[in-house]
């Protein structure tokens, strides 16, 4: 399946979740709350991310990524937005994400359309979620992280990250495979040169990165140990014959991850972006 479609397809799925900053503390999440307050955010979020995507192939792995970079961290709050200033390190320039997380003038743009039709409604947290700690105290089942793994069916590596696997000659790589890979990725040279993590459909989200895995094709070390003689083989086995199960856990799955440890009435701090005419 194409990624536009995909995303198109889930995208209203996902739990919608910071609510306005005044809102009572007895308020509860609501998946359908900018039905009443913005009817078109949703529809205006994923028309602009549509257009993102199709300028840029790969920017549709890296809003994933976004998203996921910053819901594991305190939930999906968006503090991954936040620049750094002299009294917090801002999650841009941990080691994980700096020079690496890509995808935030996507969903400054998503925020700045929202904004034309609904002045100050919509969070960057909102955007985010919709967009694209340790698993168990995530709420998340081995299932889960399989299915979300599953995002690496698009979207590329950078040379550093996998050149250990590819010239260890273990019994866990093909070797073809290995070899294809070294062309671009040389033993001491060229950290940041980038290599698909699907080889094959490297611009569909579909299933073939479980058919990856279990031809020993899986391009991180930490993608192949989902399929090495362990108890989530029969996960990907499932995932790598029936693509309809794989679209349907990632999507649950992602809506999951959406809702790890949501902030709501008083409780964390509240990020208010105000609109020139509030300013004014």
Known sequence: MDFIQFFGNIVVSFSV??????TPSEAQLSPS???????????????SI????????????????????????QGCDASILLDETPSIQSEKTAFPNVNSVRGYEVIEAAKREVEKIC?????????????????SAAGLSARD??????????????CFLFRNRIYSNGTDIDAGFASTRRRQCPSNSGDSNLAALDLVTPNSFDNNYFKNLMQRKGLLQTDQVLFSGGSTDSIVSEYSRNPRTFLSDFGNSMI?????????????????????????
């Open 256 to 280: 999951k991850m959406g809702d790890i440890e949501p902030l709501t009435g008083q409780i964390g701090i509240i990020i208010r972006i105000y609109t020139r005419a509030e300013e004014s």
């Open 145 to 158: 992280m399989v299915a979300l793994s599953g995002s690496h069916t698009i979207g590329q590596s950078q």
């Open 17 to 22: 979740l910071i609510l306005p900053w005044n």
């Open 119 to 135: 002045p100050g409604v919509v969070s960057c947290a909102d955007i985010l979620a919709v967009a694209a700690r340790d698993a």
């Open 50 to 73: 549509r257009q993102a995507v199709s300028r840029e192939r790969r920017m549709a792995a890296s809003i994933i990524r976004l998203h996921f970079h910053d819901c594991f961290v």
């Open 33 to 47: 709350f900018y039905s009443n307050t913005c009817p078109n955010a949703l529809t205006t979020i994923r028309t």
